[in-house]
Nanobody
Framework: QVQVVESGGGLVQPGGSLRLSCATSGFSFSSTAMNWYRQAPGKQREFVAQIDKFQETTYTDSVKGRFTISRDNAKNTAYLQMNSLKPEDTAVYYC???????WGKGTLVTVSS
């Protein structure tokens, strides 16, 4: 069964950190790029970060220097380390595999004091 499952979301204070995980199964994880997207309340889903099969990374400008995407091919898992979190980072975070095109159900991150 092809699937991706996010975990690690929660409530954190501004300036805090969280690490999201994306566990995958049913496809060749090491052969595909992985993305993180997010959708804030009342807004469209937006791209956050990508890591390709060569470990090359891309970030949206608003998270550069604060977020780090990584992958562990032995565990078929991608990660998103989020530091210096801001209230505007509050959103449901989704993991996406490029090939096959599969999405998780998301994990909620709330940044609030």
């Amino acid at each position: 069964q092809v699937q991706v499952v996010e975990s690690g979301g929660g409530l954190v204070q501004p300036g805090g950190s969280l690490r999201l995980s994306c566990a995958t199964s049913g496809f060749s994880f090491s052969s595909t790029a992985m993305n993180w997207y997010r959708q804030a309340p009342g807004k469209q889903r937006e791209f956050v970060a990508q890591i390709d099969k060569f470990q090359e990374t891309t970030y949206t400008d608003s998270v550069k220097g604060r977020f780090t995407i990584s992958r562990d091919n032995a565990k078929n898992t991608a990660y998103l380390q989020m530091n210096s979190l801001k209230p505007e980072d509050t959103a449901v975070y989704y993991c996406n595999a490029i090939r096959p095109n599969v999405w998780g159900k998301g994990t909620l991150v709330t940044v609030s004091s």
